[in-house]
Structure formats: C-alpha cells, structure tokens
T-cell receptor, first 105, second 114 residues
Framework: RKEVEQDPGPFNVPEGATVAFNCTYSNSASQSFFWYRQDCRKEPKLLMSVYSSGNEDGRFTAQLNRASQYISLLIRDSKLSDSATYLCVVNGIIFGTGTRLQVFP | NAGVMQNPRHLVRRRGQEARLRCSPMKGHSHVYWYRQLPEEGLKFMVYLQKENIIDESGMPKERFSAEFPKEGPSILRIQQVVRGDSAAYFC????????????FGPGTRLTVT
C-alpha cells in the first residue's frame, strides 16, 4: 500500500460547482498535513495547512479524519483558475501524486 | 521578499558529467528541501537540510548524489557522473524556522542528460 494515495482524476466540473478531493495515508502516526496546488510544469504552491480542527480559507476547506486516515479538500464556487493538480502532503515531505481538477465554463 | 531562487533553470549534461543545482531560500528561512519529479509522476523527497546540517537524507540515492547547505551561500545539490535516468525536474523548497514543512518552492531546475 502506498504511503499516500490520491485519485488522479481528472475531475471535470463546471464553474460554480463544489468539488471535494480525498487523500488517504497509511501511517496512523502521521503528522503535518498540507495541500498544495501545482500548475502544469510549474512548482507546487502551498494552499493550506490541515489542522486537527479543520481549516478554512475563503472558498477552500481542509479537514483531517484521523480515524479513517484521510484528509480532504473542499472547493466551493469553483473558478476557471482553480484548474490545476492538487497535491496532498503527509509528514511534511511525502507527496501524493495529485488529483487533477479541470473547471470548465 | 524574493521567493526561493533556483539556478540554472535548465541544465543539459552529457552522460558522465557532473550537475550542480543551486537553491537560495527565501529570506529568513533556515530549512531547505530537495525533491525530484519525473514526467507524469509525483514529487519524491530527497533531502532536508538546515545550515551546515543534514537533517534527513532518507530519499537520497546512495551513490553519486550529495547535498549541502553551507553557512554562507546557496544550497547545492550535486549529481556526479549523471545518467539518462537522472533527467528530471529538481525542485527546492524552503520553510521558516518556526514552521518546518510549510514549504515554499522554487521554480525548479530541469536537468536533461543526453
């Protein structure tokens, strides 16, 4: 089993839609969870940290479910500019392979 | 505040040559990380350094690869005797001293081995 797993997608959603991604991790002792976004052939950009109590930043909400060992990212009111690959990170340095999101007009 | 800087952005080496990749962290950041990304694959952790100290090199290949972060100057990732399989994008990231793992990435160096 991989340390971090993500559905590669793509998730194709219309503008204004709400979309959610999950990321599962195998090590129950994992700490330091993050979400990044990566545009094609660019560097990853930090989106948000994931705290035990959850974290919200504008249209983005991140949650941690320790019992089921996954983190989630919810994007509300999707914009065309949200189209990217979303990477989850566990233990600070273990990156998932990403979930691709494509928002269409 | 300038972001993380990496140079060169593109590097072409012949098999057997050495590649030296440089990374200057954001001002005030004391942690540096190096990752490798192959086409259509995820980021693979290589090494985590603080000034003059390697914290975690569990992702570094045992041979030909080395990294340093001297007291003065940029962090260097060095690949000796490059092979075609070393062709990849190498990303460096830095994080502030009070928030390890909150990483800000540089634009990457694309290494091509011919």
């Amino acid at each position: 089993r991989k340390e971090v797993e993500q559905d590669p997608g793509p998730f194709n959603v219309p503008e204004g839609a709400t979309v959610a991604f999950n990321c599962t991790y195998s090590n129950s002792a994992s700490q330091s969870f993050f979400w990044y976004r990566q545009d094609c052939r660019k560097e990853p950009k930090l989106l948000m940290s994931v705290y035990s109590s959850g974290n919200e930043d504008g249209r983005f909400t991140a949650q941690l479910n320790r019992a089921s060992q996954y983190i989630s990212l919810l994007i509300r009111d999707s914009k065309l500019s949200d189209s990217a690959t979303y990477l989850c990170v566990v233990n600070g340095i273990i990156f998932g392979t990403g979930t691709r999101l494509q928002v269409f007009p | 505040n300038a972001g993380v800087m990496q140079n060169p952005r593109h590097l072409v080496r012949r098999r057997g040559q050495e590649a030296r990749l440089r990374c200057s962290p954001m001002k005030g950041h004391s942690h540096v990380y190096w990752y490798r990304q192959l086409p259509e694959e995820g980021l693979k952790f290589m090494v985590y350094l603080q000034k003059e100290n390697i914290i975690d090199e569990s992702g570094m290949p045992k041979e030909r690869f080395s990294a340093e972060f001297p007291k003065e100057g940029p962090s260097i990732l060095r690949i000796q005797q490059v092979v075609r399989g070393d062709s990849a994008a190498y990303f460096c990231a830095s994080s502030p001293p009070d928030s390890a793992y909150e990483q800000y990435f540089g634009p990457g160096t694309r290494l091509t081995v011919t």
